[in-house]
């Protein structure tokens, strides 16, 4: 009877998981869909919030603290107040550390904090030689941690987009990258779960505006 107890209780604790674990990745894609369709900022507002929500009810988790983070970095981009901004990314840093804590995927949080410096370096381009490096530095340390993460690839790419042909930089030199992370976006096409799948849209931008360089 014992046994037949433990193995009851087992089966509801694992149904109980799995339905928390089918909630939470509703509610984030969600708010993402909500994110990715914003027409104002107004809207990507919301969706922060909701990404706040989120990540309050789900303190031992690090995916709803990165989906926060990612969500507070876009909305950043769409800021005009470079006090503002700023303030955006400061907090993006904080629940970037969070995830970090608790042990989350070291390779997709390197990437979103280079991406926070590359945000830094929208606020003030003046910053561009000082954050540009460290964004290198992450993607390269996110690159180690998991080669085939597209997202570091493509990050990457455009951090030497943006560099000066005379350091190496250019169209000429990212669009390899930007071509390697077409073929590892494709590689990730049709993932599902709380994991980060952003990206594939705009690299396949970048290719196009290089190319059309050309």
């Not at 789900?58 to 990612?70: L, N």
């Not at 006090?83 to 550390?97: H, P, R, S, T, Y």
Request: net charge negative.
């Amino acid at each position: 009877m014992k046994k037949l107890v433990s193995l009851t209780m087992m089966a509801f604790m694992a149904v109980t998981a799995f339905c928390q674990s089918s909630t939470l990745e509703q509610a984030i894609n969600e708010s993402l869909t909500l994110l990715d369709e914003a027409k104002t900022i107004e809207d990507v507002q919301s969706a922060v919030n909701r990404f706040e929500r989120i990540a309050l009810a789900e303190p031992a988790r690090w995916e709803p603290a990165y989906h926060y983070a990612y969500a507070q970095i876009m909305q950043s981009f769409w800021e005009k107040n470079a006090e503002v901004k700023d303030e955006l990314l400061d907090k993006a840093e904080i629940n970037i550390g969070k995830a970090l804590e608790i042990n989350g995927d070291k390779s997709e949080l390197y990437t979103l904090q280079g991406l926070l410096y590359q945000g830094r370096i929208m606020v003030d381009y003046n910053r561009g030689m000082t954050y540009s490096q460290q964004a290198a530095e992450k993607f390269g340390t996110a690159l180690y941690e998991n080669p085939q993460n597209p997202r570091a690839v493509y990050l990457l790419g455009l951090n030497i987009r943006h560099t000066p042909e005379g350091f190496g930089g250019g169209c000429a030199n990212a669009l390899p990258k930007f071509l390697e992370a077409k073929v590892l976006f494709e590689k990730e096409n049709g993932k599902t779960g709380l994991m980060p799948r952003w990206g594939a849209e705009s690299n396949l931008e970048a290719i196009k505006s290089c190319n059309g360089e050309k």
